[in-house]
């Protein structure tokens, strides 16, 4: 068995008895022992040093992966095509994302006969959300260094993306600095590879340190709402990916997700596109044969502007809250929620429960009352997980498409044998 094989079935183990053992230590009773010593301590401490540990990686890693890519592209013209396909394709499939959830919560109508009263588990405290406006606005970084500082990805994004065309543009006269990011993005992906030997005890811990808390009582009563969003991210996630994938590409969609499993459990284990990243970059490049120059790009976009799996949250959240309520929505206030929610995702940092916020301007737009988060939230975790794969999944399929239609993907490393 390759080195590969056997991290991605480690991975795979791990996510499975995380699950198993955060349900049974949810029904032991509480105790120092099971509190302090195990939840709090072991699994906390390896949990968050894996996290910490990839989101070390984030903003070096897309500054230096953006530069590197945008330099070795040389034509201006081809980034400025590539970034068109790229926003193009987020933005529908997060308007499609969204009609799927809409359509799909009026058929199961999950919102009625509920008594809101029997399902709040904690207050809703939503931070403001900012206008999009500005968000366009300040994709320009007033300091470059404070916006790194900050993990502000999309002002990172448009400063590396500035210093790449920059280095493109002189050629010969900057080989040397471009030269040192190329040796500056082979040492990111090798501290990555690093990162990774540790990700099955990360995932094993950070799996069963949210179930061994939420449990599932709290699943109850919200059961019918949890499988509309489930199902909904399925149908979305592999077949209007899959579909995609196929007509564009002609690619297996099959092998694409089995080659991509890595990136999607450590998705669904940290519930963060951005902390996920780096795993995201190396495993398209490793396992699916992106080059470098798209995935750089393609990817830390994705993990800023695409919300798939957060628009279907929205959606049927949308709809369930207005259903509890007894307010009934209209087709132009449909609309609205397709329109805000897909622009919403725009510049929208991929965090955990950052949906939250999201979802609070979807329900302003319509006039629905914010309180109805609080409903929700009590299960939010746990249906962050499943959301955020299907966000970086969306991110990886965008990634392949536009890398196969501009001659940068590696069948062979597509089709070879890593599970």
Do not use: W
């Amino acid at each position: 068995m390759s080195k590969k094989n056997n991290l991605t079935n480690k991975i795979l183990l791990g996510l499975a008895l995380g699950l198993i053992t955060g349900i049974l230590l949810y029904n032991v009773p509480s105790s120092t022992i099971k509190d302090e010593v195990i939840i709090k301590g072991v699994l906390y401490i390896v949990g968050q040093v894996f996290l910490r540990s990839i989101m070390m990686l984030v903003v070096p890693l897309v500054f230096i992966s953006i530069v590197n890519g945008a330099s070795n592209m040389g034509d201006v013209k081809k980034i400025g095509r590539i970034g068109a396909k790229t926003i193009t394709f987020y933005l529908v499939t997060t308007a499609l994302a969204i009609s799927i959830a809409i359509g799909l919560a009026y058929v199961v109508n999950p919102g009625l006969g509920l008594d809101s009263a029997s399902i709040v588990q904690k207050e809703a405290t939503i931070k403001e959300s900012v206008p999009l406006a500005e968000v366009l606005v300040d994709m320009i970084p007033r300091n470059p260094i404070n916006a790194m500082a900050q993990g502000n990805m999309l002002q990172i994004i448009a400063f590396a993306l500035f210093i790449g065309v920059g280095l493109s543009s002189l050629g010969e006269k900057a080989k040397t600095i471009s030269s040192i990011f190329e040796q500056l993005n082979e040492l990111m992906m090798k501290l990555v590879s690093y990162v990774m030997e540790i990700a099955p005890y990360g995932v094993f811990c950070l799996i069963a340190t949210t179930f061994a808390t939420e449990g599932y009582a709290v699943m109850l009563p919200l059961l019918k709402y949890m499988l509309t969003v489930i199902i909904a991210l399925i149908i979305h996630g592999v077949f209007v990916y899959g579909s995609l994938l196929k007509i564009l590409t002609g690619l297996s969609p099959m092998r694409f997700f089995k080659q991509f499993f890595p990136a999607i459990s450590v998705a669904f284990s940290t519930a963060s596109s951005s902390a996920t990243l780096p795993i995201t970059i190396e495993t398209v490049e490793e396992n699916i044969g992106v080059s470098n120059n798209i995935a750089a790009f393609t990817l830390p976009l994705g993990a800023t502007i695409n919300m798939d799996g957060t628009a279907i949250m929205q959606g049927v959240a949308t709809i369930f809250i207005s259903q509890v309520y007894g307010i009934e929505l209209g087709f132009s206030a449909i609309i609205t929620v397709i329109t805000t929610a897909t622009l919403a995702s725009v510049g929208t940092a991929g965090v955990p429960g950052v949906g939250l916020i999201m979802l609070s301007m979807v329900l302003q737009s319509v006039g629905l009352p914010i309180e109805g988060i609080a409903l929700i939230m009590g299960i939010d975790r746990i249906l962050d997980m499943s959301r955020t794969a299907v966000n970086i999944t969306g991110d990886a399929v965008c990634t392949t498409i536009i890398a196969k239609t501009e001659g940068e993907f590696d069948e062979n490393i597509f089709n070879a044998e890593t599970i």
